[in-house]
């Protein structure tokens, strides 16, 4: 499922309803602007582990070394390439998300690939 919201408070709100596996935005997105929707998503324990993508015309205005949980950020227009690699990082998150459940499961046990907390 996937929803479109027109600026920051209208996604704020979406959030409050549905939670994405992904949230694409645009850097320079108005009414509360993506400081107030990285904020709902710091805030939000439901919402904490939600992934970025950043859509931008300029790279100067760049939050992603203040935020871990934006994954990548986009120039458009872009090139299909890009996707093709936003594609590929969203797949080693998931492979990632489902070793970190397989360990949680082994309870003590841990398999060679996991991490101890």
């Known amino acids: ?22 949230l694409v935005m645009e850097l320079n997105v108005f009414w509360s602007g993506y400081e107030g929707v990285m904020a709902t998503l710091i805030d939000d324990p439901q919402l904490n ?8 015309e300029f790279f100067e205005q760049s939050p992603l070394e203040e935020n871990p949980r934006i ?3 986009l120039k458009h227009p872009f ?14 998150m998931e492979a990632a998300r489902a070793v ?9 046990q841990l398999p060679a690939n996991c991490q101890k907390a």
Do not use: H, W, Y
């Open 71 to 73: 994954i990548a950020q």
């Open 1 to 22: 499922m996937s929803t479109i919201a027109r600026n920051g408070s209208e996604c704020r709100a979406g959030l409050s309803k549905f939670a994405p596996d992904l």
């Open 100 to 108: 970190n459940s397989l360990c949680l499961k082994q309870r003590g």
């Open 79 to 92: 090139q299909t390439q890009e996707l093709s690699r936003l594609r590929l990082l969203l797949d080693e």
């Open 49 to 56: 582990e939600i992934p970025v993508v950043f859509f931008t």
